[in-house]
């Protein structure tokens, strides 16, 4: 027939339809995610494959904050593929970790910390069911009673923290490290350790806190860089097995303590504590005994961080001796020196509660805090925050921007958050409700234990202050030994300083007949 040659069939047409669409599909999908690209928060350029991640140094924070001054509030970084968001102001963190925590509660998920730790251990539970409930019997336990019944063991610990600084002054880190292991274990399982040795509960933890946190550190493991490496058979992956081994001792720990408190529960000894909570109302809670015992474990693990604010604490008391001055004049003008301050004196002491607040925020224990994962697309100021991103709240920038804490951010200065006219606390920064910093976190993921954290700080600063004058070392020619203020050192919970020394001497004559006695009046010779 005339023309058949240049005839196209159905087929034919249906073909280079299909082309037609698919490249109008490639070339929509291109445009789009280009515009995503350009919408992206400002950030460094990276390498190929490896984007940012040899960057960012030993210590990312000040990587992050220099960073602020050339692309700020929000940066976007490549991590290996992994998209990164730092969000480095007090505003910004706010909007998006505060006010969007529905969609910025997540955690990343990192797999071999959470093979090593079942998936319960509740700082690197994601936003599901299993955080919600650990949650919930946190908040309800500690507004019940148990905190406030365990003030009598904050007052027990600073008693002891005070004496054993005094009588063994080189060994002061251990001992406030100590004392904060005390009282949290008091806390959480209604029994707490020797003050002058570890006892093999405690040591089990801290071993347990330093391995899973070294695990979660960048680059420990290639699986986090290529996820695929998860299905490489046990017998070829020494990662898989270490991590098998490592969650089946802990878990047997943490269940054996556990088990040792309903023992104690048994027997009719009803003091009161986390895990007798969760043993009385698990299932009010609809914790399995699992979740419950490891529920119990990060409480621990998080409250005992603490210690980390006392060791700051101790730099601060000696490179600004006013504070210390101040502090003392407070003490003895509340309290005096005839009697052993009480819990009850620390809410008559406005600027030891400012002292807490100072030492938390001038040197935060996690300057970085524990990364967030966007569960959905977040739209901010004209920005693309894609799903999947990790959020990375910059504390130690927030706590040193002048806009919110004043020329002087960079400097130890308890005075900041007390009223001139009253001498009473003041509010802190907009943001930071009741804490006046934001060591302890944001919106849904916030610290449950703040306050009994705040709580034992002031008591056991106050003690010591009390007891002592807190001085650097000299050498022998008199001179001051310099202390590394800007050094520390990253335990991966907790950033603490490089070890300095300390002379610790008795503000008056009677103090150590005076902390003796009361040692023995509270039974502390007995255990």
């Not at 400002?42 to 000040?62: D, I, K, R, S």
């Not at 600084?165 to 880190?173: R, V």
């Not at 933890?205 to 058979?233: C, K, N, Q, S």
């Not at 106050?462 to 050094?487: F, Q, S, Y």
Request: proline share 7%.
């Amino acid at each position: 027939m005339p023309g058949q040659g240049h005839s196209i069939s159905v087929g034919s047409r249906l073909i280079i339809l299909s082309i037609v669409l698919l490249g109008a599909g490639l070339l929509v999908s291109y445009v789009h995610n280009q515009w995503k690209r350009r919408k992206l928060p400002p950030g460094p350029p990276g390498l190929p494959v490896l984007g940012n991640a040899l960057q960012l140094g030993e210590f990312p924070w000040h990587k992050f904050t220099a960073w602020k001054e050339k692309y700020g509030p929000l940066i976007y970084l490549d991590g290996a593929g992994q998209p990164i968001v730092v969000i480095n102001t007090l505003e910004v963190a706010v909007d998006l970790l505060d006010r969007k925590a529905g969609v910025t509660s997540d955690r990343p998920h990192i797999i071999v910390p959470d093979m090593m730790t079942g998936g319960l251990f509740t700082p690197f539970v994601g936003h599901n069911d299993i955080w919600r409930r650990m949650r919930k019997a946190t908040q309800e336990s500690l507004r019940t009673g148990t905190a406030q019944f365990n003030k009598a063991a904050q007052h027990k610990d600073g008693v002891q923290l005070a004496l054993s600084m005094l009588t063994d002054p080189s060994h002061w880190y251990a001992h406030c490290r100590q004392a904060v292991a005390s009282t949290i274990m008091q806390v959480t399982y209604g029994k707490s350790p020797p003050m002058w040795k570890y006892t093999e509960n405690v040591a089990k933890f801290h071993e347990f806190v330093d391995g899973v946190t070294r695990a979660a550190m960048p680059g420990a493991h290639y699986v986090e860089i290529a996820p695929w490496l998860r299905y490489v058979p046990s017998q070829f992956a020494p990662w898989k097995r270490m991590a098998g081994a490592f969650f089946a001792k802990h878990s047997k720990s943490f269940r054996d303590i556990y088990e040792d408190t309903r023992t104690t529960l048994d027997t009719g000894d009803q003091s009161l504590s986390l895990v007798r909570d969760f043993i009385q109302d698990g299932a009010k809670y609809g914790l399995s005994q699992e979740e419950a015992y490891w529920l119990a474990a990060a409480a621990f693990a998080g409250g005992q961080a603490a210690y980390g604010v006392l060791a700051w604490w101790m730099m601060a008391m000696i490179l600004f001796p006013e504070t210390q001055r101040r502090a003392h004049e407070e003490i003895d003008r509340i309290i005096g020196r005839g009697r052993i301050p009480s819990i009850q004196d620390c809410e008559n002491l406005p600027y030891m509660q400012a002292m807490v607040k100072e030492s938390i925020r001038w040197r935060p224990i996690d300057p970085i805090g524990l990364p967030r994962r966007a569960s959905e697309e977040v739209h901010y100021q004209g920005y693309v925050i894609p799903k999947g991103t990790t959020m990375i709240a910059n504390v130690w920038a927030m706590h040193r921007d002048a806009r919110s804490y004043g020329p002087d951010a960079h400097l130890f200065n308890p005075a900041r958050f007390i009223d001139d006219e009253t001498g009473k606390l003041k509010p802190g920064p907009a943001g930071t409700k009741e804490e006046s910093h934001v060591t302890f976190g944001f919106g849904r993921r916030i610290c449950p234990g703040r306050h009994v954290a705040v709580s034992m700080l002031v008591m056991q600063m106050t003690l010591v202050l009390w007891a002592m004058k807190i001085e650097g070392l000299r050498d022998g020619k008199g001179e001051h030994v310099p202390i590394d203020v800007d050094g520390c050192i990253d335990d991966g919970l907790v950033v603490r300083p490089i070890p300095f020394g300390v002379k610790l001497t008795p503000r008056f004559p009677e103090v150590l007949a005076m902390l003796e006695k009361e040692y023995i009046a509270l039974g502390l010779n007995d255990e």
